[in-house]
């Protein structure tokens, strides 16, 4: 199989090359500072645990790029256009990756002069693959502002998305944004969301879900969710108020370190009381 891989990355580098230096007609082109805006560069290479799936992108200069999946099973590919950093399911069953906004409207928002809140989103997107063929579903999720795929576990994502601003967020004097969360399972369409989320993380096996929520109002509360990615349950394990967060981050702890300590030493048979001992 590696040799196959092997063999396919090859294939896939020397068809970019190739094309690069062809034109339109398929002549071979004399290379000169003209082509450097339309110039091809393969990155960002990455095959899926059991070699099933390779991801490309092909990207230039300037300009926009786009993604390629490619299937070792049957050697067919799938060509997202404007697609970037790709991640693939621990089971192979699907892939999560950017959609970016095209180049040019960028570029006409920007001779525009309009304000920088107006413009376009990228996108989130999801491809799904079929038992048989690569060419199944693209699923795209607009307004998202990351996503996270365990490496071990569960076939699930994690993506945020911005929430709808109102009048009422003008209570709250805290600064930080806040988004929406969504726990999707693509391939049995299950979601589970939170609301007013600044951070997650997944534990190492992809059972656990960490989630910190920081509630705006006149008097901002912080809360730490775990969820339960196999159950499909949600544990409330610490609530406070105030911006709990900021005290760690002086102490230059992220939520992220303070979950790993957490979910090192996971106990499924602990009370809900030993969880905010932990977090002090």
Same mark, same amino acid.
């Given at each position: 199989?590696?040799? $196959?891989?092997?063999?396919?990355?090859?294939?896939?580098?020397?068809?970019?090359?190739?094309? #690069?230096?062809?034109?339109?007609?398929?002549?071979?082109?004399?290379?000169?500072?003209?082509?450097?805006?339309?110039?091809?560069?393969?990155? =960002?290479?990455?095959? #899926?645990? =059991?070699?099933?799936?390779?991801?490309?992108?092909?990207?230039?200069?300037?300009?926009?790029?786009?993604?390629?999946?490619?299937?070792?099973?049957?050697? =067919?590919?799938?060509?997202?256009?404007?697609?970037?950093?790709?991640?693939?399911?621990?089971?192979?069953?699907?892939?999560? $990756?950017?959609?970016?906004?095209?180049?040019?409207?960028? !570029?006409?928002?920007? $001779?525009?002069?309009?304000?920088?809140?107006?413009?376009?989103?990228?996108?989130?997107?999801?491809?799904?693959?079929?038992?048989?063929?690569?060419?199944?579903?693209?699923?795209?999720?607009?307004?998202?502002?990351?996503?996270?795929?365990?490496?071990?576990?569960?076939?699930?994502?994690?993506?945020?998305?911005?929430?709808?601003?109102?009048?009422?967020?003008?209570?709250?004097?805290?600064?930080?944004?806040?988004? =929406?969360?969504?726990?999707?399972? &693509?391939?049995?369409?299950?979601?589970?969301?939170?609301?007013?989320?600044?951070?997650?993380?997944?534990?190492?096996?992809?059972?656990?879900?960490?989630?910190?929520?920081? !509630?705006?109002?006149?008097?901002?509360?912080?809360?730490? $969710?775990?969820?339960?990615?196999?159950?499909?349950?949600?544990?409330?394990?610490?609530?406070? !108020?105030?911006?709990?967060?900021? #005290?760690?981050?002086?102490?230059?702890?992220? *939520?992220?370190?303070?979950?790993?300590?957490?979910?090192?030493? *996971?106990?499924?048979?602990?009370?809900?009381?030993?969880? &905010?001992? !932990?977090?002090?």
């Amino acid at each position: 199989m590696s040799k $196959f891989l092997l063999f396919a990355l090859l294939f896939a580098i020397s068809s970019v090359i190739s094309y #690069s230096q062809t034109d339109s007609a398929g002549t071979k082109k004399i290379l000169d500072h003209t082509v450097y805006n339309i110039w091809n560069r393969l990155e =960002n290479v990455s095959i #899926s645990d =059991n070699g099933k799936y390779i991801s490309y992108e092909v990207n230039r200069q300037k300009g926009d790029g786009k993604l390629i999946l490619y299937s070792t099973a049957d050697q =067919n590919n799938i060509t997202i256009q404007r697609g970037s950093g790709c991640l693939f399911s621990p089971d192979e069953s699907f892939a999560a $990756f950017k959609i970016k906004v095209a180049d040019d409207t960028l !570029r006409k928002y920007k $001779f525009e002069k309009k304000k920088k809140e107006t413009f376009p989103k990228d996108m989130l997107g999801i491809q799904i693959f079929g038992d048989k063929t690569i060419k199944d579903s693209l699923i795209k999720i607009p307004k998202y502002q990351n996503f996270k795929i365990p490496e071990k576990g569960l076939p699930v994502i994690a993506y945020m998305t911005e929430i709808e601003r109102s009048k009422k967020d003008t209570l709250s004097v805290n600064g930080k944004s806040v988004y =929406n969360l969504t726990v999707f399972e &693509p391939g049995k369409d299950r979601k589970t969301t939170f609301n007013s989320v600044l951070d997650y993380e997944f534990s190492g096996n992809g059972k656990k879900l960490g989630v910190l929520v920081l !509630r705006k109002g006149k008097a901002d509360t912080t809360q730490v $969710f775990i969820y339960d990615t196999e159950k499909q349950t949600t544990e409330k394990i610490f609530s406070k !108020r105030g911006d709990f967060m900021s #005290s760690f981050k002086s102490r230059n702890m992220s *939520f992220r370190i303070i979950l790993l300590l957490l979910f090192s030493g *996971f106990d499924n048979t602990a009370t809900n009381r030993r969880y &905010p001992q !932990r977090l002090r």
